[in-house]
C-alpha cells in the first residue's frame, strides 16, 4: 500500500471518528441540556483537536486505531457520568440559595493585607532582578530564572499561589450572594491580587485553571441558561486565543527573527490543540513497555521518598518526538499516563471512572454548597485538558491543596457559616 493510500486510510478514520465524537456532543446536550455538563464538555476539545488536524501538515503513521480509541474513552466516561446523574436533567438550574449565617470579614481583610504584603515584596524582588539580568523581555527574563536559586520567593509563590485562586473563589461567592459595595471593593482588590499571582508563574496552566474557576463559579451562581454560556463562551475563547497568541510571541521572542508573528501564532495553535493526537500515536508506535503503576501511584511513591525510601519516581514531563513538519511535541493526551502503566483496556478504565468522578461533582453542585461549587469548577479544568495531557493523577499533590484549602475557606466555619435548607443531611 502507498503511502498516500495510507493517509487515505487514516483520513478516513479520523473523519469518521469527528463524526462520531459530533454525534456524542449532540446526544449529551439531548439528554443532560447542560452546557456545563461534562457529558458534554468533554466532547468539545476532542473535536476541536481534530478538526484542526485534519488540514495540518503533522505525519500520521499507518497505525491510526488511536482515533477510535478517543471514541470509546468517551462513550465509557458517558457510562460512568450516566451512573451518578440519573434524574439530575440540568437540576443546575433549580434555585437553591445558601443562607450565608456569618462573615467573618476580620480575617478575611488580614487575610488580604498578607496577600497584599507578600504579593508586593515578590513584585519588588522581581523588579531588582529584571533591572540587573533582563533578556529580549519581562517573561522571558524570569523564565530563564525559574529553577536557579536567584529568586528564592518563587518557588514559595507557587504553592502560595493555589492559596490565592481558592481565597479568590471565596470572595467570588460572597459577592454573588451579596453584591454589597463592601463585597465589591473586596472581589475587585482579590480579583487584582489573583490575576497577578497566577500571571507571575509563568505558565498557561494556572491562567486557565484560574480563568475557568472564576467562568464556571460566576455563571452556577448566576443561574445563566445555555444561551448565555453559549454567546460567553464564545467571547471568552476568542479572547483566549489573541491571548495566547501573544503569549508565545513573549514566550519565544527569538522567532521572530525568521518568521512572522501571524506565522509563529498559527504554528503553536495548531500544535497545543491537535498536536498531542499526533504524539501519542508516534509513542504507541514505537513503546511496548510497561511501567506497571508508577504513574498511577506516583503521589504516593513521591511521599516514601520524602520519608526515606528510595524508589523509582518518574518525571511528570515527557520526551519530545518529532511529528512532521520540523515539529516536535512532548504532550501524549489523557491516555498515555494509564496507557503507559497497563495498556489501553486500564486507560479505559481511568476514563470510565473519571466519568463517575464529574457525575458525583456535578451531583453535588447542583445544591449549589460553595465547597461543591468550588470543587467542580476545579474539575472541569483536568477534563478540558484531556486532548491535551492527563491532568487528574499527574497532579494529585495540586489536587490535594485545593480539597484542603476548599475545606478551610468554605466548610471550617474560620471565614464563613453558610447552610442550605433545601439540600439532604
Not at 520567593?153 to 453584591?179: A, E, G, K, P
Amino acid at each position: 500500500m502507498s503511502i498516500f493510500q495510507l493517509k487515505q486510510v487514516v483520513i478516513i478514520i479520523l473523519f469518521f471518528s469527528l463524526i462520531s465524537i459530533t454525534l456524542l456532543l449532540f446526544i449529551a446536550m439531548v439528554v443532560h441540556k447542560d452546557l456545563l455538563s461534562p457529558a458534554v464538555v468533554i466532547n468539545i476539545p476532542w473535536l476541536i483537536s481534530l478538526i484542526f488536524l485534519i488540514p495540518s501538515d503533522f505525519f500520521y503513521e499507518t497505525n491510526s486505531i488511536h482515533f477510535l480509541y478517543f471514541v470509546i474513552g468517551i462513550i465509557l466516561f458517558n457510562i460512568g457520568y450516566f451512573f451518578t446523574v440519573i434524574g439530575k436533567k440540568n437540576k443546575r438550574l433549580k434555585e437553591n440559595k445558601w443562607i450565608i449565617k456569618n462573615i467573618n470579614y476580620k480575617v478575611i481583610n488580614l487575610i488580604v493585607i498578607f496577600e497584599l504584603i507578600i504579593l508586593s515584596i515578590y513584585l519588588f524582588t522581581l523588579l531588582i532582578y529584571v533591572n540587573g539580568n533582563f533578556n529580549e523581555n519581562i517573561y522571558f527574563t524570569l523564565k530563564m530564572a525559574r529553577g536557579t536559586s536567584d529568586l528564592v520567593l518563587m518557588n514559595f509563590m507557587d504553592y502560595l499561589n493555589n492559596f490565592i485562586i481558592s481565597f479568590t473563589m471565596l470572595i467570588l461567592y460572597l459577592y454573588l450572594q451579596n453584591r454589597s459595595k463592601k463585597n465589591s471593593i473586596l472581589l475587585t482588590m482579590q480579583l487584582i491580587i489573583g490575576t497577578i499571582s497566577v500571571f507571575l508563574t509563568l505558565g498557561r496552566t494556572a491562567i486557565l485553571l484560574y480563568c475557568i474557576l472564576i467562568f464556571v463559579t460566576f455563571v452556577i451562581y448566576s443561574n445563566f441558561g445555555n444561551r448565555k454560556i453559549l454567546k460567553y463562551v464564545t467571547i471568552l475563547g476568542s479572547l483566549s486565543i489573541i491571548f495566547f497568541s501573544i503569549y508565545n510571541l513573549v514566550k519565544y521572542p527569538y522567532l521572530l527573527e525568521s518568521y512572522s508573528a501571524l506565522e509563529i501564532s498559527l504554528e503553536y495553535f495548531i500544535l497545543y490543540i491537535s498536536g498531542s493526537m499526533v504524539t501519542i500515536q508516534q509513542w504507541m508506535a514505537s513503546n511496548t513497555e510497561f511501567l506497571y503503576g508508577e504513574n498511577t501511584f506516583r503521589f504516593i511513591i513521591a511521599v516514601l521518598n520524602t520519608v526515606g525510601y528510595d524508589l523509582n519516581l518518574q518525571p511528570l514531563t515527557n520526551s519530545f518526538v518529532s511529528i512532521g513538519n520540523k515539529t516536535t511535541s512532548n504532550v501524549y493526551t489523557f491516555y498515555h499516563y494509564y496507557v503507559v502503566d497497563f495498556g489501553w483496556l486500564y486507560a479505559f478504565l481511568a476514563q470510565f471512572s473519571v466519568g463517575l468522578l464529574h457525575g458525583f461533582l456535578y451531583k453535588k453542585m447542583t445544591f449549589k454548597d460553595p465547597f461543591w461549587v468550588f470543587l467542580f469548577s476545579l474539575s472541569l479544568y483536568p477534563l478540558f485538558m484531556q486532548f491535551f495531557q492527563d491532568q487528574y493523577l499527574s497532579l494529585t499533590s495540586t489536587w490535594v491543596q485545593f480539597v484542603f484549602y476548599g475545606i478551610l475557606l468554605f466548610k471550617s466555619n474560620i471565614f464563613i457559616r453558610s447552610r442550605n435548607s433545601s439540600a439532604p443531611n
